[in-house]
């Protein structure tokens, strides 16, 4: 971090010497806009890394169905649209379907 902090202020006198005041001052307003959206990224970059981890361990077979009845409807649904979609063969079984659904 302090290499970094070192380099922006080369670059910033830097641009004093060679381009003067004017440029300088546009630099710094910009590095310092620019870094107030640093811990804005990060947070959604952990959100995104989060929701990766959670459907890393996602099967459809461990969903919650509120009527356990549709259960079958869902199931056979998903693998209809993962045979449109030719994500498997229109000839898969549903297994083959709901496993590919969940990879």
């Known amino acids: 971090a302090c290499l970094s902090v070192t380099s922006m202020a080369a670059t910033i006198i830097w641009i004093f ?8 001052r546009v630099l710094v307003v ?6 107030g959206w640093v811990p804005s990224i990060r947070a959604r ?8 981890k ?3 361990g996602f099967t459809v077979k461990d969903c919650v169905c509120s009527v356990e009845s549709d259960r079958p409807i869902v199931y056979s649904n998903i693998a209809d649209l993962m045979r449109a979609q030719g994500f498997v063969s229109e000839h898969a079984s549903e297994d083959i379907a709901l496993q590919a659904f969940d990879e």
């Open 17 to 24: 010497v060679d381009v003067g005041f004017e440029a300088a």
């Open 30 to 35: 910009t590095i310092l806009l620019g870094l």
């Open 54 to 56: 959670h459907l890393s």
């Open 45 to 52: 970059a952990r959100e995104k890394q989060d929701f990766h």
